[in-house]
């Protein structure tokens, strides 16, 4: 028999190779042809941002009293662009936050046609705004969208509009030097069809919210053979909405026992993979060579995320700890963890991404047995150095190439009166009373969004 | 090394012991008690359907001239309840078919947290309707919620909404014996908060919807081995969203060399599992005992749905075939299906399932490789006796403890006129030129949806 043919495209070629198109070419991973064959469709063109100002402004909430948990603290803006098989991109709105309208058919809602991306903005003690290597994050974005069958996308076009936002933004909601505010990027399939088909319509949109500081010690709780996070051929290495909810489960019983994650596990060797939704790394001292080792676990399989913050501390690690620490990709199990901690070979471990930064890892608890590193807190280790390398980066104490700085313009708003508001109330009130109203409200929606 | 505890609980248990309970036990799958420990949370409870008619009823489409595929082809209402983590589930509502409001952080446009199930309703040649051996979607709709930590409840309060559904929209939407109506209960997790958790929200809903018939003979192409739809200890067996996205970009890539549907297949011995998302079936004269095999894949590894059509398929053939067919679910490979087909064993082959019903399957190619069965079509197979069997179940031809028949009333709107509608269109169009629109319109939405 002849080998199987590929099915799956090389989706990181796909996306290095569009990152790599301007702006204006037509040439796209999704067809760039309307169903008629003959005009190209629109791209992401981030110069076309319309910007509407909010007139009713959000108050802003201190980081350190932040509503999350129960409600969103989201900023008072967002961007939102439509795409659909006819037109291609729609021209981006900026715009004030609000609900979203779908139809309770819509793809994303059923199939999981869904990705997105998490980055922060950090305000450095200088007072600026820097990104850290958000050109990463957008072309993954790519990548995780054409996994899950939703349209391409120029991923400098993103990185504009993400700039955009926090030009807007980010003077009212990230004020206070050395601190941080969470950037969502999210795409979804919205076409209206219930067959399980490549959407026809999708959405894409930027929100900013506060998010709490993560990155304190964690305990994890390895994950049992009944519960997989990925699998070689699945969608791992993708950042789609497919990979979370299934993990919950999981993640909400390590809670009830007292863990903060689980260490994702795989394989009846049970090699390691992430810790929760974030990359693992560990410090093992080598029983052949005696040296150091910085371990986390290689991208080839695809089952584990290609993290950011991961690469940051690879390339950091590589260049500036060379002579201590042997950087190595590797596979490696449990069992190696556990005769490490035996040994008294296991030095450090922590995980690393955006939302838990560099948090150091101090018990994984693995088939009734404790496996402790020797070192888990404290200045004096690689973990904390590592963090504070990167912060460095982030908040602009030293210059680096991976820091991009945001230009502001932050926004005034003429803001209407709470009594024009109280005012306005009272009339919508008086025509929802009417026997006439979701008839005609449901026709100007779709006056509005082409869609009747 | 103690064995792994498990951390996944059996879930088809939870939720067969859970479809035994009344609707009025607090016993639930996940917790019955409100965050302060006291209250437990209110139940689905279908006596509390509040039921409000549209005044502005839709065109209804013929079925062969269905809207499907670009937009929807909904009825005019649909069913919606919401769930808190502080009340349980709220009152069940009826109501005019919408679009829907839903936060940008809504938990199911990013983590996935949604699953579905999918049934049809049959007008029978008796001019009753029916439903399908329904409390078997009720019963997996609560498994596959609780995989992706969406709430639980009672699947005989939900087979009630069901049933209220159709009560008021199928003599409308379903006029003529012999066709059948779609209808999607869906479950989303709606809480606001981004962090990865279990959601604090949900909604649930079900729709109806104008489905094409789809049970022409499909050319099915084996999935290579880059492209996995599920693995053990995944999720496989749940209809969960996770499962549809990932999957819908190898079915691109076979429609687009010319085949109807992927069938799937896992490990390196490319075991045989489910075609697109039906269940897969062949008929194979054994090479040991020369009789008749009907066989299909085991459920015991949980990377197969449990399908209604599936199940069915199995106990029909086991009662009525037994002295002709052996009823087999077990392993079975890619190379046993080429080796049948080569020395002239491979009978018949047919996809199952509730959207494509029993299809036969002409050809499947596998590594360069067609398989074809020497059965292929006409009225003298089995796969056709079967689905004549099933057929006559759901139209009521013969009468079976499958088919549940549903009382119906109808509808009768008090429609607008043209002429209010439009002039409510102005109004709406004066108030929303109005500076203070946006806020006042957010506002009033928060108050009713009480999440201000």
Chains 1, 2 share one sequence.
Not at 74 to 79: K, L, N, Q, V
Not at 349 to 376: E, L, N, Q
């Amino acid at each position: 028999m002849a080998p199987p043919a590929p099915i799956v495209a090389d989706l990181t070629t796909v996306a290095v190779k569009y990152a790599l198109l301007d702006n204006n070419s037509t040439a796209s991973p999704t067809p760039a042809k309307a169903s008629n064959g003959e005009l190209a469709l629109a791209e992401l063109d981030s110069s076309k941002l319309k910007v509407t100002i909010t007139n009713s402004p959000k108050p802003y909430y201190r980081p350190e009293t932040s509503q999350w948990g129960r409600a969103d603290a989201t900023t008072d803006h967002w961007i939102t662009v439509r795409w659909t098989d006819t037109v291609g991109w729609h021209a981006p709105e900026l715009r004030p936050y609000t609900r979203m309208d779908l139809w309770p058919t819509a793809s994303c809602l059923h199939y999981a046609t869904e990705c997105f991306e998490g980055l922060k903005a950090y305000r450095g003690y200088d007072g600026k705004i820097r990104l850290f290597r958000p050109s990463r994050n957008t072309a993954r974005l790519l990548v995780s969208s054409t996994r899950i069958s939703c349209p391409g996308f120029s991923p400098s076009a993103m990185e504009e509009l993400i700039k955009a936002l926090l030009s807007v933004d980010a003077e009212k909601w990230l004020p206070e030097p050395g601190t941080f505010i969470y950037i969502r990027p999210t795409m979804i399939g919205a076409g209206r069809a219930l067959g399980v088909q490549k959407p026809r319509e999708a959405f894409f949109y930027i929100i900013m919210a506060l998010f709490p500081k993560l990155d304190n010690p964690m305990k994890l709780l390895a994950s049992s053979e009944d519960s997989i996070r990925a699998w070689p051929g699945g969608f791992g290495y993708a950042k789609v909405g497919a990979n979370y909810g299934p993990s919950l489960m999981a993640q909400k019983e390590a809670q009830i026992r007292g863990y903060d994650q689980i260490l994702w596990l795989f394989g009846p060797d049970a090699s390691v993979t992430e810790a929760g939704a974030s990359n693992f790394f560990c410090i093992i001292r080598s029983k052949v060579t005696g040296k150091l080792e910085l371990i986390t676990a290689p991208l080839d399989d695809k089952i584990i995320l290609d993290g950011v913050t991961r690469r940051s501390v690879l390339e950091l690690a590589r260049e500036r700890l060379a002579d201590e620490l042997e950087v190595v990709e590797r596979k490696y199990t449990m069992a190696d963890l556990a005769s490490a901690h035996d040994e008294g070979r296991l030095v450090e471990a922590f995980a690393a991404g955006t939302a838990f930064f560099v948090a150091p890892v101090t018990r994984i608890h693995f088939r009734g047995k404790d496996i402790v590193p020797t070192k888990t807190d404290g200045e004096e280790t690689y973990t904390n150095t590592i963090k504070q390398w990167l912060a460095q980066i982030m908040y602009g104490k030293v210059e680096h190439e991976w820091a991009v700085v945001v230009e502001e313009k932050g926004f005034k708003s003429e803001a209407v009166s709470e009594a024009e508001i109280e005012e306005m109330v009272k009339k919508i009130k008086e025509l929802k009373a009417s026997r006439a109203w979701q008839a005609a409200f449901e026709k100007v929606k779709s006056e509005e969004l082409g869609d009747a």
